[in-house]
């Protein structure tokens, strides 16, 4: 399948997944959102579910949490534009809780295309829902984040780089650090430059054993800390 078939594709898939209902979050949202960017990008984002805001406008991260993402993109010279991104689910859940297990197993399908479809160089994935599940390994955000691993998802090979969400740093002013030190390494990923790293993993079967790890304290902090304003 060229680029042209691929685009076209994931434009049809778009349009098919706007009618989901292969979970009970299709009972509660004001409309999917699938992904934006560009879809022949080589870097891509996986977050974890949409929030208020994305379920409102159909985009993924168009909150705070967005705006970080894009503000640490510019420090490394991309735009928001030059990416794609999206979420382990298509659909916000209530509250903005955690996504439950048959919600990820409805929905990882449609990621896996998606991944398929763009065929991305490297994958940054944001947090432990994203991470655990692309991975298909038990290992959270914490003991993995910055560390690539060479990983298929159907036809598609490619470089897994697990990150902090952003949502985090929100949070938790000190872990703004480590994500602008983890984002100085995707110009280097993105030129074929990886360490040697283990073979790779499908992730298959990975929503079984989905245990997600506490998380620490989260203080809110002042817009101006983040260097949002």
């Known amino acids: 399948m060229d680029a042209i078939e691929r685009r076209a594709e994931l434009q049809r898939l778009t349009g098919e997944w706007a009618s989901c209902t292969l979970c009970p979050l299709s009972e509660s949202r004001t409309q999917v959102v699938v992904g934006s960017g560009d879809p022949d990008a080589e870097l891509m984002f996986v977050g974890e ?118 949502a985090a740093a929100l949070y938790t002013p000190t872990m703004l650090e480590t994500l602008r030190e983890d984002f100085k390494r995707l110009p280097a990923l993105l030129a074929g430059r990886f360490p040697a790293a283990q073979p790779a993993v499908s992730p298959a079967a990975a929503t079984a054993a989905f245990t997600p790890e506490p998380e620490p304290e989260l203080v809110p902090a002042e817009p101006a800390q983040l260097g949002l304003f």
């Open 49 to 166: 579910a949409p929030g208020f805001h994305e379920d409102r406008q159909g985009v993924p991260f168009v909150g705070q949490a967005g705006k970080l993402l894009e503000g640490l993109l510019g420090e490394i010279g991309l735009s928001r534009e030059q990416v794609y991104i999206a979420n382990v689910l298509k659909c916000r859940p209530p509250g903005n809780r955690d996504p439950q297990p048959n919600e990820i197993e409805a929905c990882e399908r449609h990621l896996f295309a998606q991944v398929e479809l763009v065929s991305p160089t490297v994958i940054c994935t944001l947090g432990n829902f994203a991470t655990k599940l692309l991975s298909g390994r038990p290992e959270g955000i914490t003991r993995v984040h910055g560390k690539p691993q060479p990983c298929r998802i159907g036809r598609a090979e490619v470089q897994l780089f697990p990150i902090y969400h952003p």
